[in-house]
């Protein structure tokens, strides 16, 4: 005995044994067993004969909010995670859906007023003229001023304007005059609100959500795509044009009920005076010149916009011309190019943060080319619409990964003027010069050949610009 305690040999063995607890107990309190081999070997040490895995190893650490959602393939987790930005898409999509039904009502009525094509297509591109002359010097204004006020108040006066053509048509007063002036006060007034929409959608949501925020909105817009003829044609047939004219206003006070819910952080004050609106413009431009990574991602942007878009313009000529189908047909080509856009928009959503997002966009972008190609190939509606499901798809996925990675390399400071020359390339290059341009081309050698040697064109310069900035693959 040692003192009138336990026998000295207690002692003795239980100080190794102590020893071998105190070790592993900090680890079993933390939960940071290491390896299995552990598990055995301190059995035995202890003197138990199991060597079953000690419960607390069983016990896995929680993982936090963010960890969860990064693990996740939610496409629509940034939705649940953002208050700001589910208020934003939910009205944003729903104003969409009647954008789309008065764009299709506007150009019915257009043929009815004046049954002249040359007018129609006159009226469309009277809306995208304002943004291809506006939306540089807007960039000035988006960077100035409050984003969510800005974005706001320009949804309102759309909201009037649609009102005021509704109210027109449903009292016969419409004439094509009518017509081409509130054509072109929607188009000023979007020359200013995209660029303003894409600049605020970093503050409705984490920097690290950034990317799947810019899928998610492209996902709506395809829906919009989708639903919004389909919806816009049902309602001519039941009620007559005005009303859709109608149904796009009442839209509007979904995205205004939506953006007044908004609540954002204020924004720090300018540290300096800012300079005039003619040198802010200028600096934006060279800023956009001068970085490698937003020169190159602007060129892909011009490049595909220019040429590949506007096979949407012709898509009327291809399916009269090459596939011999009627109204109906167009309809459903159209219907696959959303459908596909919108798997595409959800599939970036859901996976896109686990891929690098350079090299995924040159495989978008050269798979696009391609099926562009095989598209100006086809004879079939049945091939043709499956061509174009995928061909939706790669498209939209070119477009939000261009507008992520812009986005995501750009300078707060910047941000409204790089995305006010992003929608003067995508939206009034594209539709403007790009459509005259295709639609040209198409009458002299005809519809196939434009649509096909503007792919490889396309599938050229990937090849080209991967190869002259090589920092894109590493995006």
């Not at 390896?35 to 003197?47: H, K, Q, V």
């Amino acid at each position: 005995m040692v003192g009138g305690g336990a026998p000295a040999i207690y002692h003795r063995h239980r100080a190794p044994f102590a020893d071998i607890r105190a070790l592993h107990e900090p680890r079993r309190n933390a939960l940071e067993w290491r390896t299995p081999f552990e598990w055995p070997l301190c059995a035995r040490l202890a003197g138990a004969r199991s060597n079953a895995r000690p419960s607390s190893v069983r016990r896995q650490p929680a993982l936090s909010v963010a960890a969860r959602r990064a693990r996740s393939l939610n496409p629509f987790r940034t939705l649940l995670a953002h208050r700001n930005f589910r208020l934003f898409w939910i009205g944003q999509t729903l104003s969409l859906i009647g954008t789309w039904m008065q764009s299709m009502a506007q150009g019915w009525l257009a043929l009815e007023l004046s049954n002249n094509a040359f007018l129609v297509g006159l009226v469309a591109s009277v809306g995208s003229l304002p943004i291809l002359v506006l939306s540089l010097p807007a960039g000035v204004v988006v960077d100035r001023v409050n984003k969510l006020r800005l974005v706001t108040a320009m949804q309102a006066l759309m909201l009037l304007e649609a009102t005021a053509l509704w109210w027109l048509t449903w009292t016969g007063r419409i004439t094509i005059g009518w017509l081409l002036i509130l054509a072109a006060v929607n188009g000023m007034c979007s020359a200013f609100e995209i660029p303003a929409r894409q600049a605020m959608m970093v503050d409705l949501v984490a920097r690290e959500d950034l990317h799947d925020a810019i899928a998610l909105n492209s996902s709506g817009f395809n829906l919009a795509r989708v639903v919004g003829p389909a919806a816009g044609a049902a309602v001519i047939a039941a009620a007559g044009i005005a009303w859709c004219f109608a149904l796009n206003a009442a839209s509007y006070l979904a995205v205004l009920a939506g953006l007044a819910m908004i609540r954002l952080k204020p924004a720090a004050a300018p540290a300096a005076p800012p300079p005039s609106p003619w040198t802010a413009m200028v600096a934006g431009l060279r800023y956009m010149y001068v970085n490698r990574k937003i020169n190159a991602l602007m060129q892909v942007v011009t490049v595909f916009s220019v040429l590949g878009i506007p096979y949407i313009v012709l898509m009327p000529v291809v399916a009269r011309d090459l596939l011999h189908t009627g109204a109906a047909g167009y309809g459903v080509l159209l219907a696959c190019v959303g459908v596909g856009g919108f798997c595409g928009a959800l599939f970036l959503a859901a996976a896109g943060r686990w891929m690098r997002r350079g090299r995924l966009l040159q495989a978008a972008a050269v798979s696009f080319g391609a099926l562009l190609v095989v598209f100006s190939l086809s004879r079939s509606v049945l091939v043709s619409c499956i061509v174009l499901l995928a061909t939706g798809c790669a498209m939209i996925l070119s477009g939000a990964l261009a507008n992520g990675l812009l986005q995501a390399n750009v300078e707060d400071a910047l941000r409204g003027r790089l995305m006010a020359a992003y929608s003067f390339v995508v939206v009034g290059l594209s539709q403007v010069i790009g459509a005259f341009f295709a639609g040209a081309v198409a009458r002299a050698v005809g519809v196939d050949w434009t649509i096909g040697g503007a792919a490889v064109i396309m599938l050229a310069y990937m090849r080209f610009a991967y190869a002259r900035y090589p920092e894109l693959k590493r995006l």
